[in-house]
């Protein structure tokens, strides 16, 4: 059984920091490219970043470059969602997302596998 487990998410004050965390259980970690999706409330999912399954390969969504840094681990089965000088429109529940396929990177109904999302608040 696939499980995608986020952890990290927080409330924090704008300008502020989080590091968000994805723990993967039940696949083969190092095979599947990992997707950031966020959504906040009255609007819809939307994705923020993507990691190929080697690492090598990096996508984000104009508005958070330059202060998002997606990771992986894959000794860890783990991938991290580092966030800096956040902003209050980043405000949302943030989920992790596994997909075997990178043309698909973007597409959040393409994705597989889903966790749970973890919130995040940022305060003006």
């Known amino acids: 059984q696939v499980q995608l487990v986020e952890s990290g998410g927080g409330l924090v004050q704008a300008g502020g920091s989080l590091r968000l965390s994805c723990a993967a259980s039940?696949?083969?970690?190092?095979?599947?490219?990992m997707g950031w999706f966020r959504q906040a409330p009255g609007k819809e999912r939307e994705f923020a970043a993507a990691?190929?399954?080697?690492?090598?390969?990096?996508h984000y969504r104009d508005s958070v470059k330059g202060r998002f840094i997606i990771s992986r681990d894959n000794a860890k089965n783990t991938v991290y969602l580092q966030m800096n000088n956040l902003e209050p429109e980043d405000t949302a529940i943030y989920y992790c997302?596994?997909?075997?396929?990178?043309?698909?990177?973007?597409?959040?109904?393409?994705?597989?596998?889903w966790g749970r999302g973890a919130q995040v608040t940022v305060s003006s």
């Open positions: 997302a596994a997909d075997r396929r990178w043309d698909d990177r973007t597409d959040h109904w393409k994705y597989n596998y």
């Open positions: 039940g696949l083969t970690f190092n095979t599947y490219v």
């Open positions: 990691i190929s399954a080697s690492g090598l390969n990096i």
